[in-house]
């Protein structure tokens, strides 16, 4: 089985997001812990972060997969946006350490014509630097882990291939310490992989043992379902509704089914309000369900 839900407002606080996401059908989700855009995050008061903790454990719930802000840029050309964006980053993780063993995924970031090699050192550094902070700062080891999403590798966009995001992983090991390694992960996300060239549509199989030979499934910790509006290798970045898009349900299916992907956070980020979501949660749960009869 997998885990399946899909983004939830934190506005209401935390625990309100459990309780959202079960109404939906969920049984995980994600949050941005502040605004999309940047800025600052609210405090929030430590009897909700327990409730929160104790409802997903009632519910059984799976690892949810808290989002870094789009205006995160750990590698940009202007150094007061990297700082900005380290320190976006090192106060998210800071906060989390109270949410332990869930998953923080983040867009590695865009190089901004300093290319490829530089950006990808550049998000390297910041990993290495934030999480010895967070962990130096907190007293404690790192509590979640770190994923690094897949990306279509539109413009400057680093992680737009499976080698790019090996070599952060390896960058970063070579300045933190091997030990970093398994505070490190990747989120898989569907439409991204199918807009940078990836063919999960007809060659699900060969994607995956590709995955696995560059980088290792055991780092794949999570996945982002979604539709693309765009034909393979566009580049573009549009997201679609499941079974609306050029990926087409039939191999949506199989990703949610696929038996090198079970047991892991899935994460709807389809246009849809929450009626939506709730119709596309049950969609996939009637895959799971009529797969045994297969």
């Excluded at 995050?41 to 719930?61: C, G, H, Q």
């Excluded at 205006?71 to 993780?93: H, P, Q, T, W």
């Amino acid at each position: 089985m997998i885990f399946i839900g899909n983004h939830i407002s934190v506005s209401k606080g935390y625990h309100a997001m459990g309780r959202h996401e079960l109404a939906l059908g969920g049984n995980t989700f994600a949050f941005f812990p502040r605004n999309p855009r940047g800025g600052k995050s609210k405090a929030v008061p430590d009897e909700d972060i327990t409730a929160l903790r104790s409802f997903l454990a009632d519910n059984s719930f799976g690892k949810m997969v808290v989002h870094g802000a789009y205006a995160m840029n750990v590698c940009a050309s202007k150094g007061n946006i990297r700082a900005n964006s380290r320190e976006m980053l090192r106060d998210d993780l800071l906060r989390l350490q109270k949410l332990p063993g869930n998953y923080y995924n983040f867009h590695p970031g865009c190089h901004v014509g300093q290319g490829a090699e530089t950006g990808v050192c550049l998000i390297a550094e910041a990993l290495a630097a934030v999480i010895d902070k967070v962990e130096s700062e907190s007293g404690k080891p790192l509590q979640n882990r770190i994923l690094l999403e897949t990306m279509t590798g539109k413009g400057s966009e680093i992680g737009g291939s499976f080698e790019e995001i090996k070599e952060i992983i390896e960058r970063t090991a070579a300045l933190f310490g091997e030990s970093v390694r398994t505070k490190l992960g990747v989120c898989l996300d569907t439409c991204h992989v199918w807009d940078a060239g990836y063919d999960i549509q007809n060659d699900a199989d060969g994607v995956l043992r590709k995955f696995d030979s560059i980088i290792g499934l055991d780092d794949l910790c999570a996945v982002h379902l979604n539709d693309s509006k765009n034909e393979r290798g566009s580049r573009k970045d549009r997201h679609e509704k499941l079974g609306q898009g050029f990926i087409g349900a039939e191999a949506l299916k199989n990703i949610v089914l696929h038996p090198l992907l079970q047991n892991r956070p899935f994460i709807l980020e389809t246009p849809n309000d929450d009626d939506g979501y709730k119709s596309e949660i049950q969609t996939v749960k009637e895959w799971m369900f009529n797969s045994k009869y297969e």
